[in-house]
């Protein structure tokens, strides 16, 4: 079970379902955020908003609190950097036609994972990626698996490795819009940018804070300073770069399948006593104390 801020909460504002890369169903995903005490649920599914009706619905029935979430892909200086969007308003049209825009990014970039790996004769490698998505844009996870299946790789560990981790050939990043208009899209939608797992992108601590830096000039007002798989060195470094910098505090599991005891649902390292949480500053604030509102979305 997480460590959760009070004993009535259980906050996971980072997952992933079926939508984009997860393994689950949004509805089979709320039931095993459910199953795990998780009382305020982000669905963040990459660069889409599809889950979040199914996902709305099924936390309905188990009076679990389900907030908005997306988590958008963009770049910063020639780098991929993921920015969670938590409590916006979901119908708002500049921000539907951004997300749009960004799932017709992702198609492109589909496009290019296939053509750059077709040294592999992998007969319709895109269409079966599709497939293993669900008919959703397939990443770079649904690829690893068709390789799998075709021979190609004994694994997926070997996929990413070998043909789509970083600087392979199927490693695409060329059709994300910059950090600040994606910051700008969250904002406008009258929700809260966070920078996703800051730790994981591989940047020394001088870049990571110019990273921080820009991010909060474009907009950006919280960090997740607790994510699953991280030391709690990392935890400490991002603790008082949270502190230091005036940020929100944010977390979440960064769950996307099963049977991964290092990233389940609601296994979450306590946040630090003396962080702000992002929580705190939904349209409907969570509430640390029992019996007061606790509601997300």
Not at 86 to 108: I, K, M, S, Y
Not at 116 to 133: H, I, M
Not at 238 to 247: I, N
């Amino acid at each position: 079970m997480t460590i959760p801020q009070a004993p009535s909460l259980c906050i996971d504002l980072h997952c992933h379902s079926t939508a984009s890369d997860g393994a689950l169903s949004p509805g089979e995903l709320v039931a095993r955020a459910g199953e795990r005490g998780v009382s305020h649920l982000a669905l963040t599914d990459h660069d889409t908003l599809g889950g979040l009706e199914e996902a709305r619905v099924a936390a309905a029935e188990r009076s679990m609190v389900l907030i908005n979430g997306i988590e958008l892909s963009c770049l910063w200086k020639g780098r991929t950097i993921h920015i969670v969007g938590l409590d916006f308003d979901a119908e708002d049209p500049g921000f539907q036609a951004c997300v749009h825009q960004q799932t017709e990014n992702r198609w492109a970039r589909a496009a290019m994972i296939e053509e750059r790996l077709s040294r592999l004769k992998v007969s319709g490698l895109l269409d079966r990626a599709t497939e293993k998505a669900g008919g959703e844009v397939p990443g770079r996870p649904h690829f690893a698996e068709v390789l799998v299946d075709a021979g190609v790789v004994r694994n997926p560990a070997q996929a990413f490795k070998r043909y789509l981790g970083a600087g392979k050939p199927g490693d695409v990043r060329a059709y994300w819009p910059d950090l600040e208009d994606v910051v700008h899209w969250i904002v406008a939608a009258g929700g809260i940018a966070v920078l996703a797992h800051p730790r994981k992108y591989k940047l020394t601590a001088t870049k990571l804070r110019d990273l921080t830096r820009d991010f909060m000039a474009a907009g950006g007002r919280g960090i997740e300073v607790v994510t699953s798989g991280q030391s709690s060195g990392d935890l400490g470094f991002l603790a008082d770069l949270c502190f230091q910098k005036g940020l929100w505090a944010s977390q979440g599991s960064d769950f996307h399948f099963p049977g991964a005891p290092w990233c389940e649902l609601g296994h979450i390292m306590k946040m630090p006593d003396r962080l702000e949480p992002v929580w705190h500053h939904f349209r409907t604030p969570v509430s640390l104390e029992p019996g007061l509102t606790q509601s997300g979305a």
